[in-house]
């Protein structure tokens, strides 16, 4: 079998209701090592990004300010790269269906997610659903130096006039 690495984010329902823990607890049952992790706070053209595939829904505006934390009036995600053999599989089958009603109860989206009454699934995480989705959420929502190992390809790339800030 060969090594996945798979993008989780705990999405600010889960932050909101402090499931943070339950959450991680659930996930260490997969023995994979997390190999990247930060807290987020999505901007507009991120949400837009990661949910680019359902632009054409309905829903999309919703979503968007979803993951954005406007809804639930916490402006942050917590965004974890996991690594190990067969990590998409292990961690989709701990996290459960996308809906929430039809996740199996003991998943963690079947046991903390919900249906807004306009549709939208608050399903508490988000996890890569294929080895390319991984790739292409983890360099979206990751720089190569935020994760331990090789994961990609990288490039050197000399910045110039770039302002960072430091501690005073």
Do not use: C
């Not at 968007?64 to 639930?72: A, F, Q, R, S, T």
């Not at 360099?139 to 005073?168: C, H, N, S, T």
């Amino acid at each position: 079998m060969a090594i996945e690495q798979t993008l989780v984010i705990i999405k600010p329902d889960g932050l909101i209701k402090s499931l943070t823990g339950n959450i991680l607890s659930r996930l260490s049952e997969t023995k994979l090592i997390i190999i990247g992790a930060k807290v987020v706070q999505v901007t507009d053209k991120l949400a837009r990004e990661h949910y680019k595939h359902l632009m054409d829904k309905p829903f999309f505006e919703e979503l968007v300010h979803y993951i954005m934390g406007d809804v639930h009036h916490t402006h942050r995600v917590l965004a974890l790269v996991y690594q190990g053999e067969n990590a998409i599989a292990k961690v989709r089958e701990i996290v459960g269906d996308t809906n929430p009603e039809k996740a199996n109860p003991v998943s963690i989206r079947g046991a903390y997610g919900r249906i807004t009454t306009s549709g939208v699934f608050e399903n508490v995480v988000h996890a890569s659903s294929s080895p390319e989705d991984a790739e292409h959420e983890i360099k979206l929502w990751f720089r190569p130096a935020e994760i331990v190992g090789l994961v990609y390809p990288m490039k050197d790339v000399v910045m110039e006039k770039v302002i960072e800030q430091e501690w005073a």
